[in-house]
């Protein structure tokens, strides 16, 4: 089946510091990903889509200058997290829409995570 | 999409089977039921998706009420590895954004 990863798996970090966060489709091409945000003991919350060569699309209430989304190639998306605070604290997953084959319906899979915890 | 229901927690035996339901009662006629689970600390995974009829496959049996307002995600022999939360989601297509709601956490105990 088709694999989404993420890297890194988790990241401390300091107050005031950007993290990067990069998903990539691994055996298909994704023309869209999506980026989730969980915090414990909540259910995923959309963030934001990211369409290859478009600006991505924002939730409301998500700030886009802080989640910097850049989904430059077919396999690859990634979210930066600026100037990072501990309230951004949380766990990023994303997942990415395969190309299906005719007669097929598309599918959304989605990666393992990113810890992020912001000292 | 349409919103779903689902009791927040469930206990099940190992090796017996797991009945998850899950209400749907303002799906419309082309929405699709998906379900998927997170298990602690990791990415969701798909299991199953339906239109009308019952589905199964090599995880699981989806069987989806006449008037499609409520489905059943069945784990035939649970398992302690079966332990997670488990979203049921209604949408149009798997590869439009999901909602997922509060889920239904199933514990499978020995």
């Known amino acids: 089946g088709a694999v989404v990863s993420q890297h890194p798996s988790w990241v401390i970090c300091k107050s005031g510091t950007s993290v990067k966060i990069e998903c990539r489709s691994l055996d298909f091409q994704a023309t869209t990903m999506f980026w989730y945000r969980q915090f414990p003991k909540q259910s995923l919350m959309l963030m934001a889509t990211s369409n290859e060569g478009s600006k991505a699309t924002y939730e409301q209430g998500v700030e886009k200058d802080k989640f910097l989304i850049n989904h430059a190639s077919l396999t690859l998306s990634t979210l930066t997290v600026t100037s990072a605070h501990p309230e951004d604290s949380s766990f990023y997953i994303c997942?990415?829409?395969?190309?299906?084959?005719?007669?097929?319906?598309?599918?959304?899979?989605f990666g393992p995570g990113t810890r992020l915890l912001v000292l | 999409d349409a919103k779903t229901t689902q009791p927040p927690s469930m206990d099940c035996a190992e090796g017996r089977a797991a009945n998850l339901p899950c209400n749907h009662s303002?799906?419309?006629?082309?929405?699709?039921v998906y379900w998927y689970r997170q298990i602690h600390s990791q990415g969701p995974q798909y299991i199953i998706h339906?239109?009308?009829n019952n589905e199964t496959n090599e995880m699981a049996s989806l069987i989806i009420t006449e008037d499609r307002k409520s489905s059943t995600l069945i784990l035939p022999h649970a398992t302690l590895r079966d332990t997670a939360v488990y979203y049921c989601?209604?949408?149009?297509?798997?590869?439009?954004?999901?909602?997922f709601g509060g889920g239904t956490r199933l514990m499978v105990k020995p």
């Open positions: 303002t799906i419309s006629g082309n929405e699709y």
């Open positions: 339906g239109l009308k």
């Open positions: 997942s990415a829409r395969d190309l299906p084959a005719l007669g097929y319906q598309e599918t959304q899979y």
């Open positions: 989601i209604v949408s149009l297509n798997a590869g439009n954004m999901l909602t």
